[in-house]
């Protein structure tokens, strides 16, 4: 199976504006992190049941606009206003 670039597929660019562009222009800041970091977890949650190593490839792609994103917006990853502990008490964790 050959693996075909995640942002340049023939239905992406045949736009003036990539969707992946629009999106990074038109949401926040945060948005845009979780918009990356879900498509991440999708893709490496799915790969042994999906399309294997062309979801990991995607994961690893998204991962890499997601480290550039946060490396652009000067984060270092210690988010005070963190919900985990409110998702772990959402599911019971």
Avoid: C, F
Wanted: no cysteine.
């Amino acid at each position: 199976m050959e693996y075909k670039d995640v942002k340049n597929q023939q239905h992406y660019t045949a736009q003036t504006v990539q969707a992946i562009e629009y999106m990074e222009i038109t949401m926040t800041p945060e948005q845009y992190e979780g918009y990356l970091l879900g498509n991440v977890i999708k893709y490496i949650s799915r790969y042994r049941h999906k399309n294997a190593l062309d979801d990991l490839r995607k994961a690893k792609v998204y991962m890499g606009w997601l480290v550039e994103h946060v490396a652009d917006t000067g984060k270092d990853g210690n988010d005070s206003g963190n919900n985990s502990n409110e998702w772990k008490r959402a599911h019971n964790r």
